[in-house]
T-cell receptor, first 115, second 112 residues
Framework: GAGVSQSPRYKVAKRGQDVALRCDPI?????LFWYQQALGQGPEFLTY????????KSGLPSDRFFAERPEGSVSTLKIQRTQQEDSAVYLC?????????????FGPGTRLTVL | DQQVKQNSPSLSVQEGRISILNCDYT??????FLWYKKYPAEGPTFLIS?????DKNEDGRFTVFLNKSAKHLSLHIVPSQPGDSAVYFC???????????FGKGTRLSVIA
């Protein structure tokens, strides 16, 4: 497919478990963003990559959250020692270039539920 | 402190009528504004955008108006169709390829 894909679509974790969420951006897209969307809220920024470089991680809520994009394509968001407040939909978005008018294309999200 | 506010959580409109969704922002550095549409279990899909140098952008049934002095934008859908029923998010960013700042969304229901 030509769009952004994310896996898994749904993840249930016990509190304290580590999870890894994958994002496959649109081929050739330079920029990749991760957002967290809590129930009833809009998406909130977590982190941003330009190719393999993580240029902004100011939105990561704690040091339990870690993201990487080692080859400038696929990205993984890892959450260590999950807590109930981590339950949310995690959205990945990619955009073609670097200018502000480039729209961001979103994947379907991974719904994480921490019990 | 919410920088992008959508004060109406929901809106119900009859098919064929105009839907008007509103958005206010507080950050005067924002210079690019977007509307996204979201269906359940899907990611947000880009709908329409406007740069701060314009006050109106039109694309088919969708028009976005920007009032910079009031820090207010609105999305007009006319005529509204049942397939427009979704959650609409207003988003903004400042210059460059910066992260989007989203509102909480407005759920639009178009009744046949």
């Amino acid at each position: 497919g030509a769009g952004v894909s994310q896996s898994p679509r749904y993840k249930v974790a016990k509190r304290g478990q580590d999870v890894a969420l994958r994002c496959d951006p649109i081929s050739g897209h330079v920029s990749l963003f991760w957002y967290q969307q809590a129930l009833g809220q809009g998406p909130e920024f977590l982190t941003y990559f330009q190719n393999e470089a993580q240029l902004d991680k100011s939105g990561l809520p704690s040091d339990r959250f870690f993201a990487e994009r080692p080859e400038g394509s696929v990205s993984t968001l890892k959450i260590q020692r999950t807590q109930q407040e981590d339950s949310a939909v995690y959205l990945c978005a990619s955009s073609r270039g670097l200018v502000s008018e480039n729209e961001q294309f979103f994947g379907p999200g991974t719904r994480l539920t921490v019990l | 402190d919410q920088q992008v506010k959508q004060n109406s959580p929901s809106l119900s409109v009859q098919e064929g009528r105009i839907s008007i969704l509103n958005c206010d922002y507080t950050n005067s550095m924002f210079d690019y504004f977007l509307w996204y549409k979201k269906y359940p279990a899907e990611g947000p899909t880009f709908l329409i955008s406007i740069s701060s140098i314009k006050d109106k952008n039109e694309d088919g049934r969708f028009t976005v108006f920007l009032n910079k002095s009031a820090k207010h934008l609105s999305l007009h859908i006319v005529p509204s169709q049942p397939g427009d029923s979704a959650v609409y998010f207003c988003a903004a960013r400042d210059s460059g390829n910066t992260p989007l700042v989203f509102g909480k969304g407005t759920r639009l229901s178009v009744i046949a």
